[in-house]
């Protein structure tokens, strides 16, 4: 027993029990003094249970206010949730880190910022939020005639001084008309010139001509045609027509080269597609493929080589056939051979993704994307944008027309061993315009 306490008590207790023989059992002051000893240590041992069970107590509750103040929540392993501008767009939903997110602005805004944010590994996006800021198409100064321009959404609007008129105040206004005189004759006068109605106002002469045209000749009874389209011809605000500006008597016309239609505006042009639209003398082999201002029809044909055969599985695919048993070179082919063809406008501002691949389903590690081939391999670059998905990068303008031509690889791959290679074949058709 360690405890003495114990062993005075059970002195005591068997002495009252099982009284033997006197001469065994101690005295009563002997008695009298180890109870009291006992009770001595009795108190001691309870006062220091209290202490242990108070400490016990306040290590408790402590553990009670930090389990209050833990987050709700494990840490998040995502970056924050990115805003959408206001008049834009947001690509790309994926907020793990190594993923993207662009932004696109409407038509009438520029982006302000960055148009492409990564999420770091420290869970931080990369760049600043961008903001789709109004593009203000009054700074260069569109309204002829000190007309005063008021921006608008994708467009502006002059309000023109006395005497002049249209979109651009660029047409003088009949002002003054008080009693018609009568204007000398000109005959057989050409479409782009008419006599001017001239009045007299308070004893002089004063000529004016219908819009789209202004007073000249010696005594300013000609009414000269305007040329719009010379007058407009430099800025983008400014600029009539988005093709051919076509000079008319009063007025002027667009016009826009074979292959596309004026849009309802008067001034675009839009591509005529003439692959849904029948336009088009592709044979039923063959696959119709819109370009900007035209079309072309392409034929799909599987490469046969000494290694190995394929088959064609869709209208754009070919897969490899089954290879003779230990057939080494026949194993490493290709396992697929894809075929895609794109039409971009000519001079199309880059580094820009115009491409993307990826693996459906995955039975390897990890995939691996490269350019593998082709003439026009310099004008590109393959980017990652996850585990699953490569995206092929334009790096800079290409000035139409031609077709470029290059060859993408993904190959899969399980400890670092080759599984297979999936080859998409890609035909880049540029216009010649720049729409
Ligand atoms: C964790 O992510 C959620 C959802 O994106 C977000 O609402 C929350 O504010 C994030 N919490 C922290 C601590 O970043
Ligand atoms: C293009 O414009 C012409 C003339 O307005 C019209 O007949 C034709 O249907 C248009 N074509 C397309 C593809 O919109
Ligand atoms: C290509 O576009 C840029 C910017 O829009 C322009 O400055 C340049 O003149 C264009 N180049 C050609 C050849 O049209």
Redesign the pocket.
Known sequence: MKNPGHAVLLSVFLCQIYITSAQDCPSKQELQNSLHQAQKLLSAQESSYLQSLRTLKKKLSLLQDSVVQLPAKPRNLTCPALDTPAHGRKLGKVLFPGHEAHFLCDAGYELLGSETRQCRDSLSWSGQQPVCREIDECLSSPCANAGTCTDEVNGFSCVCPKGWAGPACQSPTPTFLVTVMNSPAVTAAPAFTRPARCSAVQGTTVCSCEPGFSVSGRDSSVCTDIDECKLFHNGPAGRLCLHTCVNTAGGYRCSCPAGYNLTRDGRNCKDIDECSSRQNDCTREQICVNTYGGFQCVKVECPNTRDATYAKTSAVRCERNPCPAGSRSCSQAPNSVSFHYLSLV??L?APRVVFRMSASRMIGDSLRFAVSGGRSRRHFSMQRLDRQTGELLLTG?V?GPQTLELELEMSELERRELLGRYVTKLKIFVSQY?F
């Open positions: 000519s001079n501002s303008p000035q720049e």
